[in-house]
C-alpha cells in the first residue's frame, strides 16, 4: 500500500497468483471489460506468441470516493510457467492481497498444491506471511469435463480460511464475484493494520460501494 496523505491519495496491490494456464491473464480481461474505461487504464501484458505471461500483466484502476479520496487498485499476474519462480518473486513484493486462481480440472490437482506452496515460500521471501495475507482462491474453469466436483469444492472451502470462489473466466463469470471479494477482504485487513477508515473518513461500505459504480455490469442493473 502507498498513501499520500496530503493529496488523500491511496494505491492498493492486488496479485492474481496461481499454476501455468490456470486462467489469471483472463481474469484480467475480464475485469478490464467491466471496468468503465475512465477509472480504467490500459491492460499492459507481456506475452510469448503462444500467449503464456512472460513477466507480468498489469491492470490499474482508478477512482475517487464521495469523500474526494482518489483510490488506486494496481492489479497484476504472475507468469504461471514454474520457470518463472523469480518474476513471481518480484510481482509479489509489496502486495496487499492475493487472489489464488486454482484450475478445476482434477489433472491440475498437484500443479494448483505446488503453486500454493510456491506462494507461500515467495511471500516468505518478501518478508511477507500466508497466514496474515489476504487471499481468495477461485476455482476456474468449471465448464470443463473432469473437473473436481461441487462437493469437493465446498469441502475445501470449508476447511480452508480463504473465501472461494467458482469461476468461468473466459466467460467472465465469477470474475467479478473474485475481485470484489479480495478488494473488500483487502481493504478490511488494511483499515485494520493502518486505521484507514478513520484518517480517510471512508468505511469499508463506502469504499465498496465508490468501487462498485464504477463497474459497467453493475451499473447496467446487475451481475452477468
Ligand atoms: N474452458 C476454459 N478455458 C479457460 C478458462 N479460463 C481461461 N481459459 C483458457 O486457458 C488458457 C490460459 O489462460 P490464461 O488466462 O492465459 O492463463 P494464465 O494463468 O494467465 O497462464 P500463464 O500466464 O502461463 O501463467 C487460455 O486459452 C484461456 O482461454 C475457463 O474458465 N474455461
Ligand atoms: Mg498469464
Sequence with gaps: MQV????????????????????????????????????????????????????????????????????????????GQVMHTATRRLVLSNADGVAFIADSQLSETRNNASSFVDLRENLRQNGLAIETMPVVVQFNKRDLAGVRSDAEIDDLAARG???????????????????????????????????????FGISAAAFMLSLTRHLRVLGDGGHR
Excluded at 475480464?30 to 474505461?37: K, L, M, R
Design 161 to 199: 480460511r480463504e473465501p472461494v470462489y467458482r469461476a468461468i473466466a473466459t466467460q467472465g463469470v465469477g470474475v467479478l464475484e473474485t475481485f470484489l471479494g479480495l478488494t473488500e477482504l483487502t481493504w478490511t485487513s488494511l483499515d485494520h493494520h493502518h486505521d484507514l477508515g478513520s484518517k
Design 4 to 79: 499520500d496523505f496530503a493529496q488523500r491519495e491511496l494505491t492498493i496491490k492486488l496479485v492474481y497468483y496461481g499454476p501455468a494456464l490456470s486462467g489469471k491473464t483472463t481474469n484480467l480481461q475480464q475485469i478490464h471489460g467491466f471496468v468503465s474505461p475512465v477509472s480504467c487504464g490500459r491492460l499492459m501484458t507481456l506475452d510469448t506468441r503462444d500467449d503464456r505471461t512472460l513477466f507480468f500483466d498489469l491492470l490499474p484502476l482508478q477512482f475517487r470516493s464521495d469523500t474526494g479520496l482518489h483510490l488506486r487498485l494496481k492489479l497484476f499476474t504472475v507468469p
